[in-house]
């Protein structure tokens, strides 16, 4: 692995930040570990390095190679590795909507207990229709996700402030749709 905790951990950190606060806004992915030539997966790890810490549940969906990632991750960052619906984070490698359907989405008191799902996206990109903090009126972002996934995760946000965060990597940028922000299949 080629990843320096500190420097690498804050430019993906800070690259994060930046796509959390511009919702559907594609944002480069400064470093990866290079811990696999999935260039997703190594993105997606990236991420999970740069933000998983103890005393935090790792759960995955996805094939072995996902599997394979969750365990080297969580073993570097010191994290459980739980079940979807456990997991404070979720590696998802594949079809997303059933891991957005059983991922935590928090209460009206604890909102916060919502998982991030960190999705190392596979597909063609679609439109999807985007409003919330951080967007000027609507917009048009174009995600990786089939309408299965983009119906589950309008129905995982669709009670605010509950829901689940979403950070999709495809191995040169990553892509954040936060619990605040609406979105529905654009036409």
């Given at each position: 692995?080629?990843?320096?905790?500190?420097?690498?951990?804050?430019?993906?950190?800070?690259?994060?930040?930046?796509?959390?606060?511009?919702?559907?806004?594609?944002?480069?992915?400064?470093?990866?570990?290079?811990?696999?030539?999935?260039?997703?997966?190594?993105?997606?790890?990236?991420?999970?390095?740069?933000?998983?810490?103890?005393?935090?549940?790792?759960?995955?969906?996805?094939?072995?190679?996902?599997?394979?990632?969750?365990?080297?991750?969580?073993?570097?960052?010191?994290?459980?590795?739980?079940d979807i619906e456990d997991s404070?984070?979720?590696?998802?490698?594949?079809?997303?909507?059933?891991?957005?359907?059983?991922?935590?989405?928090?209460?009206?008191?604890?909102?916060?207990?919502?998982?991030?799902?960190?999705?190392?996206?596979?597909?063609?990109?679609?439109?999807?229709?985007?409003?919330?903090?951080?967007?000027?009126?609507?917009?048009?972002?174009?995600?990786?996700?089939?309408?299965?996934?983009?119906?589950?995760?309008?129905?995982?946000?669709?009670?605010?402030?509950?829901?689940?965060?979403?950070?999709?990597?495809?191995?040169?940028?990553?892509?954040?749709?936060?619990?605040?922000?609406?979105?529905?299949?654009?036409?």
């Open positions: 692995m080629t990843w320096d905790p500190v420097h690498d951990s804050r430019s993906v950190f800070v690259a994060c930040m930046r796509a959390m606060c511009a919702p559907g806004t594609p944002i480069e992915l400064p470093s990866r570990p290079r811990i696999t030539p999935v260039a997703e997966l190594d993105g997606a790890a990236a991420v999970l390095l740069a933000l998983l810490d103890r005393g935090l549940a790792l759960g995955v969906a996805g094939g072995e190679a996902a599997h394979g990632i969750t365990a080297t991750v969580a073993g570097t960052c010191g994290a459980a590795q739980g404070d984070w979720v590696l998802v490698h594949g079809p997303a909507a059933d891991a957005i359907s059983r991922a935590r989405r928090g209460s009206r008191l604890t909102p916060e207990n919502g998982a991030t799902l960190v999705i190392a996206a596979t597909g063609a990109p679609v439109p999807v229709a985007l409003t919330g903090p951080g967007i000027a009126g609507t917009t048009t972002a174009h995600v990786a996700l089939d309408t299965v996934a983009v119906h589950a995760l309008a129905a995982a946000n669709a009670a605010p402030p509950c829901g689940v965060d979403v950070l999709m990597v495809d191995g040169e940028c990553l892509i954040a749709l936060p619990r605040s922000a609406s979105l529905k299949a654009a036409a």
